[in-house]
Structures are given as structure tokens and as C-alpha cells.
């Protein structure tokens, strides 16, 4: 369990450095982000921190061994995941290339990370 968020949390921290450092290939590059509108530099630079601080608090919360430290970092990307629902529900749940990417790189592991962190401590393995 500690592996799999240790590993989520690098997941969300590069996302953030990536979205941060090379924000318009982040924009031309990752399928529907362009369908919400006209490149937005500040906007993406808001989201890349939100990933980068969740990343490392995720990280942090796992190595003190702090269960409420590991929601705190799973939050963004659960209440993300949450929302990208919400937008395919919207787009009337059609099953494309966004689609596709937005479950296996927001919507599976935002959901997941969530889970894991309440999770954290119960087993004996963690």
C-alpha cells in the first residue's frame, strides 16, 4: 500500500513540475485540456501546484506515517477525479480518446489514492 501512494505521489509531483515547466506542450499534448478553452497560463500554473503539493504531501504523509497527512495530499486529486466525472457526464458519457485518458490518468487514480489513504494504517502490511 505504502509503495502505491509513495508512487502516486511522484505521479502528481512530476505532473505538477511538467504542467509548471512546459505548461503549452502540457495544453497541446494532453487529450481535452484544449476543449476547455483557449490556452491559460495562470490556470495552469494554479493546477500544477495543486499537483506538486499534493504529490509531496502524499510523500510526507507516507514516510512520518500520518494517515490525516495522506487524505490531506489525496484531496486534490480525488475532488479532480471527481469533477472530470462530473465533465463526462456532461459530455453525456461518450467513451473517446479523453475519455479514456481521463480514467486512466485522473479518474482511476485520484479515486484510488483516496482510497488507499483511508486505507492507510488498518492493514498490517502497510
Known amino acids: 500500500m505504502k509503495k502505491i501512494i509513495v508512487g502516486l505521489g511522484l505521479y502528481y509531483a512530476l505532473t505538477g513540475i511538467y504542467m509548471l515547466f512546459v505548461p503549452t506542450h502540457f495544453y497541446a499534448n494532453t487529450p ?3 476543449l476547455i478553452g483557449p490556452y491559460n497560463s495562470h490556470f495552469i500554473t494554479d493546477v500544477s501546484f495543486a499537483f506538486f503539493a499534493s504529490g509531496i ?6 514516510f512520518q506515517a500520518i494517515k490525516s497527512t495522506i487524505i490531506a495530499g489525496a ?4 475532488m479532480h477525479a ?3 466525472i462530473t465533465v463526462w457526464a456532461n459530455r453525456e458519457f461518450i467513451i473517446d480518446r479523453v475519455t479514456v485518458f481521463d480514467f ?3 479518474i482511476i487514480p485520484g479515486l484510488l489514492v483516496m482510497l488507499l489513504a483511508i486505507k492507510f ?6
Do not use: I, K, T
Not at 57 to 62: A, E, F, I, P, W
Open 32 to 34: 481535452g485540456v484544449s
Open 57 to 62: 504531501v502524499l510523500q510526507l504523509g507516507v
Open 75 to 78: 484531496l486534490w486529486p480525488f
Open 82 to 84: 471527481l469533477f472530470h
Open 104 to 106: 486512466l490518468a485522473v
Open 121 to 126: 494504517g488498518e492493514a498490517r502490511n502497510v
